[in-house]
């Protein structure tokens, strides 16, 4: 089982986004999927449905011991589950949140996952390293760092690859696994300026090649607390990064997507 | 226009990706086109599933760590003793290097005061065979008689001359006085940086200050040799100058007997 933290130093980067619409993706070439969301203000279960929101999960599995079967919830995907955050007791809060700083209060979580036949969790966390965030960093096996391509966010890049520097000197066993650059708009040239930079001082591998732009897809699927390939009734452009990205991570995790494997290529035409 | 990353650069981040394996699929050279992944190849498997209560490779750097900041603390401390010590060691040296430049002061003087000695003594020699001229002068005048008055001229001369001698004779004596008492004052500044090192306790710093006050010992012997051969200098100049004293008075006797005759012969022949 492959475990995955989707993080950054900045908020509103695009985490969530990616989080969700990545998982979707990998569901869909044929992984069996968990999304986790470690962020404790929620931010998978508010996206999608109020329900999702008012729904035990992660919380409740790390404090009180439930199972991750009786939690994860159901997608239309049937390859992808999900796993809200849950409901935080507010009396129990710094507590939880101090524990969850431990590498020890997530072991329940993917030691489960794995027996529930997961190929490959992904965790969707807040902005920072502290509390559950820094807990999953310390759990997991790979990072990736969504990079909005705006000046302001740039800045903090140099901070946080410290940040996950200390950690890692802590004994975090995790890796980065690339940088994923997002919010890129091709009218600004700051935006494009900013990207072109990451690509430059970054180490020439550790950049992905996809990118993600900014798109008002995004808002529309956020809005509507969906993915963004089940907007319509067919799959729009903007939900093809996704699976590029997908495809992209795949060959850097050394897995090969069934979509990969070759078919039986008989010939398109069949007869007259 | 700054820079949009800031100070983050390809060396720092190169730096903080390896440094601790944060990024495990690079190349250790850093060459990019020994990193473009392969086709199907992945850049980095998975590592396996831990077994459970077993120690992850997590742990076992945690434990690193944490004796690696033990020995961090430690070597924090030794940081901060040594640099109380060099502390210490620097006042002392201070302290040290002004006495040895008073030493150094007193030597010049004591050089100084040698030549002025050695000066004083050429001086006396000269003065001596003035002496010798003028007895002879004198024996001359008895004589010859008639020149009574020349004489007494020269009497009066050299009663300037004994004058300024005495004088010379006090100020010698005034200066080895005052280099007494800066050797004595230099011996209880030494005295009193080795109680200060002393007290800071310290086996290497004790031997450095032994190996200094050694040095000033040296120092004040070789000046308080130097201070007894002046002392013998003055002894022996001394009784050169009664001797010249004696020899002066029998001279201004026969001076005197000289001029008596002379008187004697103008009233004899008046």
Redesign the interface.
């Known amino acids: 089982?492959?475990s995955l933290a989707i993080s950054s130093q900045k908020g509103g980067v695009g985490k969530t986004t990616l989080s969700l619409n990545l998982a979707c993706s990998l569901a869909r070439r044929g992984w069996k999927v968990l999304l986790v969301d470690a962020d404790p203000q929620g931010s998978i279960g508010m996206s999608l449905t109020e329900e999702a929101s008012r729904h035990p999960g992660l919380y409740e599995l790390t404090s009180q011991g439930r199972a991750l079967k009786e939690l994860a919830f159901e997608t239309r995907i049937e390859s992808l589950q999900i796993l809200t955050s849950g409901q935080i007791d507010p009396a129990h809060y710094f507590q939880w949140y101090q524990d969850a700083e431990r590498?020890s209060t997530f072991d329940p979580l993917f030691?489960q996952a794995?027996g529930e036949g997961f190929s490959i969790v992904i965790c969707d966390t807040a902005c920072g390293v502290h509390g559950p965030s820094m807990g999953i960093l310390?759990s997991v096996?790979?990072v990736v760092i969504p990079q909005q391509a705006e000046?302001l966010a740039?800045?903090s890049?140099?901070f946080y690859?410290?940040v996950?520097?200390q950690l890692?000197?802590?004994?975090?066993?995790?890796?980065?696994?690339g940088v994923v650059i997002t919010m890129l708009s091709f009218d600004s040239e700051d935006s494009q300026?900013?990207a072109t930079?990451?690509r430059?001082?970054?180490?020439?591998?550790?950049v992905l090649n996809t990118m993600i732009p900014r798109d008002v897809l995004f808002l529309k699927a956020s809005r509507k607390g969906l993915p963004v390939e089940f907007l319509y009734k067919q799959k729009p452009a903007a939900a093809e990064v996704f699976d590029q990205l997908a495809k992209e991570l795949e060959?850097?995790?050394?897995?090969?997507s069934s979509q990969?494997e070759e078919g039986e290529q008989t010939p398109l035409l069949v007869g007259p | 226009m700054s820079?949009?990353?800031?100070?983050?650069?390809?060396e720092?981040?190169?730096r903080?990706?390896t440094?601790?394996?944060?990024?495990?699929?690079?190349?250790p050279s850093?060459s990019?086109v020994a990193?473009?992944?392969e086709?199907?190849?992945?850049?980095?498997?998975?590592?396996p599933?831990r077994p459970?209560g077993e120690k992850?490779?997590?742990?076992?750097?945690?434990?690193?760590?944490e004796k690696n900041l033990e020995l961090s603390k430690e070597l924090e401390k030794s940081r901060q003793q040594v640099a109380e010590r060099e502390e210490k060691v620097q006042v002392l040296e201070k302290a040290n290097g002004h006495l040895e430049q008073q030493l150094d002061g007193l030597g010049k003087n004591l050089q100084e005061a040698g030549k002025e000695i050695q000066s004083l003594k050429e001086e006396l020699a000269g003065r001596r065979v003035e002496i010798e001229t003028l007895k002879r002068a004198a024996e001359q005048s008895q004589k010859e008689k008639g020149q009574g008055g020349k004489l007494e001229a020269e009497l009066e001369l050299w009663k300037e001359r004994c004058q300024l001698e005495k004088k010379e004779r006090e100020t010698i004596a005034g200066k080895l006085i005052e280099l007494d008492q800066e050797l004595t004052a230099t011996k209880v500044q030494l005295e009193e940086a080795k109680r200060t090192a002393a007290q800071a306790g310290d086996a290497e710093l004790m031997a450095r200050l032994r190996q200094q006050l050694q040095t000033g010992r040296d120092l004040v012997a070789r000046a308080g040799q130097d201070h007894d051969k002046l002392l013998a200098e003055r002894a022996g100049l001394k009784k050169k100058i009664e001797e010249l004293e004696l020899e002066l008075f029998k001279s201004k006797e026969a001076l005197k007997q000289a001029v008596m005759a002379v008187h004697q012969a103008r009233s004899g022949a008046g």
């Not at chain 1, 890692?168 to 696994?177: D, K, N, P, T």
């Open positions: 089982m492959i590498q030691e794995a310390r096996q790979s000046p740039g800045r890049l140099g690859l410290e996950l520097n890692s000197a802590q004994g975090s066993a995790f890796s980065i696994l300026i900013m930079e990451v430059e001082v970054m180490p020439f591998n550790l060959l850097r995790l050394g897995l090969k990969e | 820079k949009p990353l800031y100070s983050l650069d390809r720092t981040a190169h903080l990706l440094r601790h394996g944060l990024a495990r699929n690079l190349d850093g990019p990193a473009i992944p086709e199907g190849a992945g850049l980095m498997p998975p590592p599933p459970l992850s490779e997590g742990e076992e750097r945690s434990l690193w760590q």
